[in-house]
């Protein structure tokens, strides 16, 4: 069973950063994606940054050119690097990781969740 286990989250100031890591453990292979949602209490979760086993890379709208996504393979880790935070990323962001089934299936897992806070 894969587990997920995320840290970096914390309250910080409007235009500050922070750093999200997400250490995976379980699996004998990689993961065929890594990705980090957020989630607004009463809303539905909503896709951050992606990144692919193939280096693909994708982000939502309202991050791009502030949020950085990467991975170190040799850790199973996936990091949400966020810069020029904002009020409105206030939220619950979750690690998110995809992996091939042996029978042709996809199964994906989730970690706990950990509260950003972005606030003066």
């Known amino acids: 069973q894969v587990q997920l286990v995320e840290s970096g989250g914390g309250l910080v100031q409007p235009g500050g950063s922070l750093r999200l890591s997400c250490a995976a453990s379980?699996?004998?292979?990689?993961?065929?994606?890594m990705a980090w949602f957020r989630q607004v209490r009463g809303n539905q979760r909503e896709l951050v940054a992606i990144?692919?086993?193939?280096?693909?890379?994708n982000y939502l709208d309202s991050v791009k050119g502030r949020f950085a996504i990467s991975t170190d393979n040799a850790k199973n880790t996936v990091y949400l690097q966020m810069n020029g935070l904002k009020p409105e990323d206030t939220a619950v962001y979750y690690c998110n990781a995809g992996y091939d089934g042996v029978n042709g299936d996809y199964n994906e897992y989730w970690g706990q969740g950990t509260q950003v806070t972005v606030s003066s």
């Open positions: 379980g699996s004998t292979v990689r993961a065929r994606a």
């Open positions: 990144a692919f086993s193939d280096g693909m890379t």
